[in-house]
């Protein structure tokens, strides 16, 4: 299929999406406090979404059950909203998505509830660090694999394992189009510096790093959604919408 370009007016309508994405997260991010149920953030995420006049892009998703991704502790991504109630010094994973106008956003943030550890605060902020620099490589002229590079190097030199058989992935008109964006050089999907795709204006791409403080390695829960660390050591997430320009990167989801 190819990686899609989108002309300026497409990117403008998904500056929309990712603002209405993020916005959402925003007010998601205010609700978390020790004491709410998980899927208390599912109704307001849905909620909020359709007041912006998006609709949730995750419910029904090859059978995803819920408008919200909620992943604690050592659950790193795809954690389903239930009756589990957030503790005072869990870390919640965020990952939330719209349809608006055609075009989709997504966006993932890590949060504390109530007062985290610091080991856990140093780990949100090495993966929020580790998308940044993931954004920063993503150049016009630039290569897919300087994003997959930026992002292992930033989070591996600071002592923390990179998630491996999980991916990014262009966004458009669908939630996932081409290419897969790896966040390692290492395994299957792993692209070393300065190979893979010419970045181009007008591709517009998910960057999302998965960071863990043990090993890299994955397990997923029997309900076929969960994905935790094989070891479970705590995980975060974090993830922008972004639309590759001639020079620096455009980043669509922040609020
Ligand atoms: N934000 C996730 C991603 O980038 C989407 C969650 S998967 C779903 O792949 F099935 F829950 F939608
Ligand atoms: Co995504």
């Known amino acids: 299929m190819g990686i899609i370009i989108k002309s300026d007016g497409e990117i403008e309508v998904m500056r929309e999406a990712g603002r209405i994405t993020a916005e959402v997260l925003k007010r998601l991010v205010s609700h978390?406090?020790?004491g709410i149920r998980t899927e208390e953030l599912d109704?307001?995420?849905?909620?909020e979404a359709r007041g912006l006049g998006a609709v949730p892009s995750f419910k029904g998703y090859r059978g995803y059950p819920a408008s919200l991704c909620v992943s604690v502790n050592d659950e790193i991504v795809h954690g389903i909203p239930d009756k589990r109630i957030l503790q005072n010094g869990d870390i919640v994973s965020l990952d939330f998505g719209v349809i608006y106008k055609g075009f989709q956003g997504d966006v993932a943030r890590t949060v504390a509830v109530g007062k985290a550890s610091l080991s856990a605060c140093k780990l949100m902020e090495v993966t929020e660090e580790a998308l940044k620099a993931?954004?920063?490589a993503a150049c016009g002229g630039c290569r897919l694999g300087d994003i997959s590079a930026a992002v292992e190097e930033y989070a591996e030199s600071r002592g923390y394992t990179v998630v491996r058989e999980y991916t990014g992935h262009g966004i458009g008109r669908n939630m996932h189009e081409d290419p897969q964006i790896p966040n390692t050089t290492k395994?299957?999907?792993g692209l070393m510096r300065g190979t893979g795709p010419v970045l181009r204006r007008g591709m517009t791409l998910a960057i999302e790093p998965m960071v863990n403080i043990g090993s890299w390695e994955t397990k997923v829960d029997d309900n076929g959604w969960t994905v935790r660390t094989r070891d479970g050591s705590l995980s975060a997430h974090f993830e922008d919408t972004i639309a590759i320009t001639d020079?620096?990167?455009?980043v669509l989801t922040s609020a």
């Open 32 to 34: 978390v406090k020790p």
């Open 43 to 47: 109704v307001i995420a849905e909620k």
């Open 134 to 136: 993931g954004i920063a």
């Open 187 to 189: 395994s299957v999907f």
């Open 247 to 250: 020079g620096k990167p455009e």
